[in-house]
């Protein structure tokens, strides 16, 4: 099946306590991204990437980094949470190199990151 | 980079058409316009896309005029289980979404 998967689904942990956040997608995509969800501000772009070893800033990029070792598996990294990034995560990819212009996004189902 | 401007929330009855419309001023010339649905605790999933003019899928259909400044998505004959909120979102390298639209769909 074609699908995006993230681990942990859900994550509590301490300020300061380095963690990672796993993104891998079974579809060959050449691009992917983060997004975090807070309430009434929608979906907000952390980082992207076009392809392996390329990646780049989104809106909301301060706090995480993110890796692009391989085409499939794209963590997000969160050095020294912050109790500010408690928020729901998403991982998606799409088939366009360009960063999607016409193809679709597949999301995965989500990490809920609480950070005490 | 294009900004997207929905409705916070809009209410419907079961059978209803709904219409919610996104405003997108500062399209360029590449941007796709897509539409999203997302349910509590799940990522958000594609509707519809398009580029110009009308298009049309088994779910909705997506309005877009010729300056493309705007796009609206119609759902016909809406149930309860459209209640979701929908995203309109203008495609680039760095994706802005909307705060999307809080449909609520009563009987």
């Known amino acids: 099946e074609a699908q995006v998967t993230q681990n942990p689904r859900y994550l509590i942990t301490v300020t300061g306590k380095k963690l990672t956040v796993t993104c891998s997608q079974n579809?060959?995509?050449?691009?992917m991204s983060w997004y975090r969800q807070d309430p009434g501000l929608g979906l907000r772009q952390i980082y992207y990437s076009m392809n392996v070893e390329v990646t780049d800033k989104g809106d909301v990029p301060e706090g995480y980094k993110v890796s692009r070792k391989e085409k499939r598996n794209f963590p997000l990294i969160l050095e020294s949470p912050s109790p500010n990034q408690t928020s729901l995560y998403f991982c998606?990819?799409?088939?366009?190199?360009?960063?999607?212009?016409?193809?679709?996004?597949?999301f995965g189902n989500g990490t809920r990151l609480t950070v005490t | 980079l294009a900004k997207t401007t929905q409705p916070i929330s809009m209410d419907s009855y079961e059978g209803q058409e709904v219409n919610i419309t996104c405003s997108h001023n500062?399209?360029?010339?590449?941007?796709?316009i897509t539409w999203y649905q997302q349910f509590p605790s799940q990522g958000p999933r594609f509707i519809i896309q398009g580029y110009k003019t009308k298009v049309t899928n088994e779910v909705a259909s997506l309005f877009i005029p010729a300056d493309r400044k705007s796009s609206t998505l119609s759902l016909p004959r809406v149930s309860l289980s459209d209640t979701a909120v929908y995203y309109c979102l203008v495609a680039g390298g760095k994706l802005i979404f909307g705060q999307g639209t809080e449909l609520s769909v009563k009987p």
């Open positions: 998606a990819s799409s088939p366009n190199p360009q960063g999607y212009y016409n193809s679709p996004l597949h």
């Open positions: 500062n399209i360029a010339t590449n941007d796709y």
């Open positions: 579809m060959n995509h050449e691009y």
